[in-house]
Antibody, heavy 112, light 107 residues
Framework: QVQLKESGPGLVQPSQTLSLTCTVS????????VHWVRQPPGKGLEWVGA???????EYNSALKSRLSISRDTSKSQVFLKMNSLQTEDTAIYFC??????WGQGVMVTVSS | DIQMTQSPSSMSASLGDRVTITCQAS??????LIWFQQKPGKSPRPMIY???NLANGVPSRFSGSRSGSDYSLTISSLESEDMADYHC?????????FGAGTKLELK
């Protein structure tokens, strides 16, 4: 069945780079898009960006300068990299297959 | 960017009540909107796609509608399991944007 699972460090220092991995199963990355969505504690959802089935990417305009999304189709993995992290980037980060199936999310705290 | 203005931000209602939550789009989004339900500690669950279409397994008491730039999620008869946060998402234009969310609580 379709599954997505996020992994990555729970704690990142300010100004450092966040690296997250979304490992998927039950579907092909070459036929489906994967999106990243984040949610600061107690707040609403924010679309972060996406990688499409053909490999093209789209990013939240407010994050674009700091963000990179890529993939390894052979490993069924999608990667998110965000640099220059600030405390405002503290959030649960979700990956989702075009919003129908979602991972459980990974909590990322930006703190020294 | 397209702004999605969601209202109310929170509401309390009684079991059996009819409840409506609305998202207003700042630009035309066609019917390219998804409504999500999110319970504490859980991932969002899609409820309604492309404005009026129910996602698989969603009870028929949920419905979606559109009037101009206003998109509504209605629960016809509130049940206890419906207490959750609700979010709208427009996927007409990049960047995709969510409404601020509605917290639905039991009165």
């Amino acid at each position: 069945q379709v599954q997505l699972k996020e992994s990555g460090p729970g704690l990142v220092q300010p100004s450092q780079t966040l690296s997250l991995t979304c490992t998927v199963s039950g579907f092909s990355l070459t036929s489906n898009s994967v999106h990243w969505v984040r949610q600061p504690p107690g707040k609403g959802l924010e679309w972060v960006g996406a990688i499409w089935s053909g490999g093209s990417t789209e990013y939240n305009s407010a994050l674009k300068s700091r963000l990179s999304i890529s993939r390894d189709t052979s490993k069924s993995q999608v990667f998110l990299k965000m640099n220059s992290l600030q405390t405002e980037d503290t959030a649960i980060y979700f990956c989702t297959r075009y919003f129908d199936y979602w991972g459980q999310g990974v909590m990322v705290t930006v703190s020294s | 960017d397209i702004q999605m203005t969601q209202s109310p931000s929170s509401m309390s209602a009684s079991l059996g009540d009819r409840v409506t939550i609305t998202c207003q789009a700042s630009q035309d989004i066609g019917n390219n909107l998804i409504w999500f339900q999110q319970k504490p500690g859980k991932s969002p669950r899609p409820m309604i796609y492309f404005a009026p279409n129910l996602a698989n397994g969603v009870p028929s008491r949920f419905s979606g509608s559109r009037s101009g730039s206003d998109y509504s999620l209605t629960i016809s008869s509130l049940e206890s399991e419906d207490m959750a946060d609700y979010h709208c998402l427009q996927y007409k234009q990049y960047p995709y944007t969510f409404g601020a969310g509605t917290k639905l609580e039991l009165k």
